[in-house]
Structure formats: structure tokens, C-alpha cells
């Protein structure tokens, strides 16, 4: 399957018309998706109740982006079970 996604690239400022709101560009960008990682989308799309599946990725860019910088910064993301037990939680091998 094939999604495309619609997202911001540049803004522009609408000129000599101040009661039109400012422009933003888009670029388009298209994923060619195997099933499995189709339904996967999906699952997401639904339990996030996003509107869209470019919702889904521009949510999913800003965590990953967020997680690598903290993993960067040497923070260590740590998991607790249901028992209360806490273990570290290894998101990059």
C-alpha cells in the first residue's frame, strides 16, 4: 500500500492581504508499505484516534526525534511491570 503524506516544509508569509493567515508549504512524501506494517499504521491511527495517517507520522517523528535526544544526552528511559520491577528500557542497540 501507498500513503502519501502532505508536510510542513517552509512558511511563507501571505503579503498585501492582512486578513489572509500565513501560508505554509508542504512537500509531499510517499511510503510504500507492506501489509503487516500497514495494519501497524493503522493500530495506531485508531488507538490514537488520530485524523489521519500523517497524524500518525508527524506524532511518531516527534517522539522518535525527542527520544534520541535524550538518549543522546545519555538519559536512560527505564520500564516498570506490573509487579513494580524497573528495568532499563533499550530503544537503540
Known amino acids: 500500500m501507498t500513503i502519501d503524506i502532505m508536510a510542513p516544509a517552509a512558511r511563507t508569509e501571505a503579503v498585501d492581504q492582512p486578513e489572509t493567515r500565513a ?10 508499505l ?3 506494517s500497514m495494519e501497524r499504521l493503522n493500530a495506531l ?39 513494580g520491577t524497573v528495568s532499563p528500557y533499550r530503544l537503540f542497540l
Open 23 to 32: 501560508k505554509v508549504a508542504k512537500n509531499r512524501v510517499q511510503f510504500d
Open 45 to 83: 491511527k485508531v488507538k490514537t484516534e488520530a485524523s489521519s495517517y500523517a497524524e500518525v507520522v508527524k506524532n511518531a517523528l516527534r517522539l522518535y526525534e525527542a527520544l534520541i535526544e535524550e538518549t543522546e544526552s545519555g538519559k536512560q528511559f527505564l520500564v516498570r511491570d506490573e509487579n
Open 34 to 36: 507492506p501489509p503487516r
